[in-house]
């Protein structure tokens, strides 16, 4: 027991002592600074050639979305139909079926948005070349795509009054090149040589001691989830995802996963404060991020560590905590731990099956998703968090009478109701979802053109309710783990959370995008005695309350009908 | 947007090559010096593969150790849990089951002192590993039918524990089908 709690807190300890690095490494790629990696100069500079690109034409925020979206929009059409007709393609040594319409537009949009929302199951679902071609390079250019987008706030916070916010295609391809790659084979040889197949060999079969013949799935999983952590995606390469035995095979596998997913997050906030030059800016906003995991972080481990209350009432003494749905190599406080960090950073990978964990566990899970801003997914966290900054700005400015003022600039309404409606739509297309969802199933249970919706729910009650509030939760947060007894594997999942997925990835990048873009644009005021301290204690509990309340007034009434409805009946 | 079209297609295309091929070939090759080769690390016992290290295999003669409950029959060409919720009836009632089968094929044992482990399933449904508990919880019954001294077969388990990592990082692990080979070969 007390081995788990310190394997926990060695595992962070050791995140925030290769942050730090990473972060100023990052800080001097966007600055185009001497790096050790500049080696890698020439290939980008024959990719440009090639792609007919000038990586110096400096660009203004709406070109950066513009040539974002673009390329986003040919990896789904490519991604779509490479699923469609994986039967057809090469690398398929199982002979799996390509993928049916509505499915690949689900898989293709999920890997696209950096999500990850697997409806499928990656041992009979999906091909080698769809699995390397497909799915692993997405999560490598939607993860750069969420850095990119992130870096050009940065700029934009840190100039006085500009457009010009650098290259989109530059940031981009460098994140590629400089960052996600070279840390990826790093992780991605550590797995190796713990034993996690790398190699294109197909299924294998084996006669077992007693004389069964079983099947053995395998193929190229190390580099694959390498960069399922390292970008903060989080599709499994088998449907166990990280808890299956060749997907994480040992403790140490399990501290690499969970060093690598949370890394680049935390790195990225302090590259904020390196990259701006207002270290204490972004001391305060760690901090609170900090604070945030800490209270979801205690209740999941104590949850988990003591117990299934239900199979204690039979009279099993549970020393090693709730095991269902879990591994005995990583025990259940480092599958609570697991699953607090999953959802805060919208990782979404699991090492033990969230559906089975305590109901409270579960609250914590869909708190993470809600909130989605302590540290979060690769780039996007911050984005996130930027937007309730935005609004707690202008709430401070409203109870102290000033027009409010940030980095210098002032805050205007058109900012504050781009902010408002990025605010607002998370609980919207969570709560329409779920609604819609529960509406389908109790008054047309019998509809055939999808999957009976009766047959939806893995479990009664409270928690079926449950399931389906987190699969909307999950694909709004491009999260994409899920309360996977969900039979979601039909035309109505499909196609409402694939809207779901596109509406809560691509507006709230470009948001904040916008309102940095604009702010940037504006005439810089310096700062004065009367200027609002962002950098502040005060201003990062105002930020918290933001966050706390928005988040409890929107979400409380849901949260109730489901896990805490639960908790209390258990 | 048409500007930005050409740029995006070849830049894809380029990086499909680099991130989809160059890369996990590149780990493919590395991995011929690794343990396994790459292809997943496999055990061999008296001159054949009898299974992968770290994939779950099914023992049902009482002879042996038992590995914990999968929900795919520790067929490894698929993978998963149960997905039942804490308080779900019908999962209950599978609990309650196994509790039962449990106690009637290990009578010495208490029923406190089964492990949990032991009655719930496994995330993947193909968890290779007890934890030394449940391994010593099975020691009367395999003791018994092999008529081998409980003690032996404690240092027998106790032989094929992994300890936590540097010995204060993460739990215990007795990995079954190594510990039920060690257990054959005692003769």
């Known amino acids: 027991m007390t081995t788990e709690i310190l394997g926990v807190i060695a595992t962070y300890g050791i995140t925030l002592l290769l942050a730090w690095p990473l972060a100023r490494y990052i800080v001097k790629i966007f600055r185009g600074e001497r790096t050790w990696s500049d080696f890698m100069a020439p290939l980008e500079r024959l990719f440009f050639k090639i792609s007919g690109i000038n990586p110096h034409e400096e660009m203004n925020w709406k070109q950066h979305l513009k040539a974002m979206l673009t390329i986003n929009l040919v990896w789904f059409v490519y991604a779509f139909f490479a699923l469609m007709f994986q039967d057809k393609l090469p690398l398929n040594p199982d002979g799996n079926p390509g993928q049916s319409a509505d499915l690949a537009f689900n898989t293709a949009i999920s890997f696209v948005v950096n999500c990850n929302l697997q409806h499928y199951s990656g041992e009979a679902g999906v091909t080698y070349f769809t699995q390397l071609f497909v799915l692993a390079f997405l999560q490598f250019v939607s993860a750069a795509t969420g850095i990119a987008a992130l870096v050009v706030v940065f700029k934009a916070m840190k100039e006085k009054t500009t457009t010009q916010l650098g290259n989109f295609w530059d940031i981009f391809l460098k994140t590629i090149t400089r960052i996600l790659l070279p840390i990826s084979i790093v992780i991605a040889l550590i797995f190796i040589f713990n034993g996690m197949p790398a190699s294109f060999a197909g299924k294998d079969t084996v006669l077992t001691m007693q004389g069964d013949t079983v099947n053995v799935s395998r193929g190229p999983v190390a580099g694959f989830v390498a960069i399922k952590h390292l970008g903060t995606n989080g599709g499994g390469f088998f449907g166990a995802n990280s808890a299956h035995p060749l997907e994480n095979v040992n403790y140490v596998t399990w501290m690499t996963e969970m060093v690598a997913q949370v890394v680049i997050p935390i790195a990225m906030v302090f590259a904020l404060g390196m990259f701006i030059q207002r270290k204490k800016f972004a001391y305060v906003i760690f901090g609170i991020m900090t604070i945030g995991m800490i209270c979801l972080l205690i209740p999941s481990m104590q949850q988990e560590m003591a117990g299934n209350p239900e199979i204690a009432k039979m009279g099993i003494h549970q020393a090693t905590g709730a095991m269902e749905g879990k591994e005995v190599r990583f025990g259940p406080a480092a599958t609570g731990y697991w699953s607090t960090v999953t959802t805060i950073i919208s990782t979404g990978s699991v090492c033990g099956w969230h559906d089975s964990t305590m109901p409270l566990t579960g609250l914590m899970q869909l708190l993470g998703m809600m909130l989605n801003c302590f540290y979060g997914g690769c780039g996007v966290g911050i984005l996130n968090y930027y937007i309730y900054i935005i609004i707690a700005v202008f709430i401070s400015g409203l109870m102290v009478g000033r027009t409010p003022e940030f980095m210098g600039h002032k805050l205007e309404a058109r900012e504050v109701k781009i902010a408002a409606l990025i605010t607002l739509l998370s609980p919207f297309l969570i709560l329409a979802g779920t609604a819609l969802s529960s509406w389908v199933l109790s008054h047309h249970p019998d509809i055939n053109w999808a999957v009976k919706p009766s047959a939806w729910l893995n479990n009664p009650g409270y928690h079926g309710f449950s399931e389906m509030l987190y699969e909307y939760t999950s694909a709004n947060a491009n999260n994409g783990s899920g309360f996977e007894g969900l039979g979601d594997g039909n035309i109505f999942w499909n196609v409402s959370t694939g809207f779901v997925l596109i509406l809560g990835r691509f507006l709230p990048i470009i948001g904040p995008v916008a309102i940095a873009g604009l702010m940037a644009s504006k005439k810089y005021v310096p700062e004065s005695a009367g200027t609002l301290r962002t950098d502040s204690l005060t201003f990062g509990a105002m930020t918290f309350a933001v966050i706390v309340i928005l988040t409890a007034l929107a979400y409380f009434p849901a949260l109730a009908l489901g896990p805490i409805a639960e908790y209390f009946s258990l | ?187």
């Open chain 2, 1 to 187: 947007m048409k500007k930005y079209l050409w740029p995006s297609i070849k830049l894809t295309l380029l990086l499909v090559i680099v991130l989809g091929g160059l890369y996990p070939l590149f780990l493919a090759a590395v991995a011929k010096l690794a343990p396994g080769k790459g292809d997943g690390v496999t055990v061999t016992h008296n001159g054949r593969v009898v299974g992968y290290e770290n994939i779950a295999q099914k023992f049902t003669d009482d002879k042996y150790f038992q590995p914990r409950p999968s929900t795919v029959d520790y067929n490894a060409a698929s993978s998963g849990g149960s997905n039942k919720s804490a308080g779900n009836p019908d999962y209950l009632k599978t609990v309650q089951a196994r509790i039962d089968t449990f106690m009637a094929h290990n009578p010495d044992v208490k029923k406190e002192d089964i492990p949990a482990e032991l009655v719930t399933a496994s995330a993947s449904g193909l968890d290779p590993h007890l934890s030394p508990e449940a391994a010593y919880v099975q020691i009367p019954r395999v003791a018994k039918l092999r008529g081998i001294p409980a003690d032996r077969l404690k240092q027998l388990v106790d032989a094929n524990t992994k300890p936590p990592v540097l010995g204060v990082l993460g739990v215990a692990t007795v990995n079954v089908l190594k510990l039920n080979i060690a257990l054959d070969d005692l003769k």
